[in-house]
């Protein structure tokens, strides 16, 4: 599944995110393949863009959402947007880019595919040293989200090294239901520096009522107003998170 184009394998090192943003807005589906196994139907799209350039995306339409007992109907494709734009706010973790807009099959989330090795998924990444940090980054990014759905297959290692963190249908209710395989650090304190990123996100949410900049429009105001207060608990113990008197784990783990 190598559609990238070496075009868009640049942007998605360095900060040029803005110019995938612009591409995966314009370009043109070509073609959509179902991805099987998936609760919701989402599809592998084959795009094309500007000066003949072709690259693949995964795009998740509003209308092939399954209805959900907790989760406000209809709303999962924007949730996917604001985990992107949540992680840029942060500055962590790689979120590939995502976009909102019309498809196919209507309105939903389009996000650059990255090209990876299916087999190196959470529970052989973190073996690797190296690699540790950027998964303790989607700890907390979980955390401040409130992700109940972070699966082992959801931490991808892009062939530029980076792990990449996908499928955030599931984020952002306004009660805790934090459910993940990642718990391999908790308790532990948590660095500094990436506390004092989330201070200053905390900082610009509460600035105003309901969602502000760059999740306007994607978030109800209550669920903004959450993110907020798990954001004061996590400065408040320095501390990874623990795992809850709740299920705290999802099904399957990858």
């Known amino acids: 599944m190598a559609m990238a184009s070496a075009k868009l ?12 943003e612009e591409l995966l807005l314009a370009a043109e589906f070509e073609e959509l393949q179902p991805v099987w196994h998936s609760s919701n139907r989402v ?10 350039s072709r690259f693949a995306a995964v795009y998740k339409p509003r209308k092939g959402e399954r209805p959900l007992w907790d989760f406000p109907e209809g709303t999962l494709h924007r949730r996917e947007v604001a985990a992107y734009r949540l992680s840029l706010m942060l500055g962590w973790p790689s979120i590939p880019p995502t976009v909102l807009r019309d498809g196919p099959g209507g309105e939903g989330s389009i996000q650059l595919f990255i090209d990876h090795d299916p087999a190196q998924h959470f529970f052989e990444l973190r073996e690797v040293a190296g690699l540790v940090p950027q998964l303790q980054q989607i700890v907390l990014f979980d955390y401040v989200a409130n992700n109940a759905d972070r699966k082992g297959g959801h931490c991808l290692l892009g062939v530029d090294g980076r792990i990449w963190a996908i499928d955030h249908g599931l984020c952002f209710h306004n009660q805790y239901k934090l459910r993940s395989v990642i718990w391999d650090w908790a308790g532990d304190p948590a660095p500094e520096g990436w506390l004092s990123d989330v ?11 309901g969602g502000r900049g760059p999740l306007t429009g994607l978030l109800e105001d209550v669920e903004t107003e959450a993110i907020v207060a798990r954001i004061g608990e996590i400065l408040e113990s320095k501390r990874f998170p623990q795992p809850g008197p709740h299920r705290s784990y999802p099904w399957p783990l990858v």
């Open 43 to 52: 599809y592998l799209a084959q795009m094309s863009g500007p000066g003949d």
């Open 9 to 20: 394998d640049s942007m998605t090192s360095a900060l040029d995110f803005d110019a995938a």
């Open 199 to 209: 201070a200053r996100v905390g900082e610009a949410l509460a600035a105003g009522s």
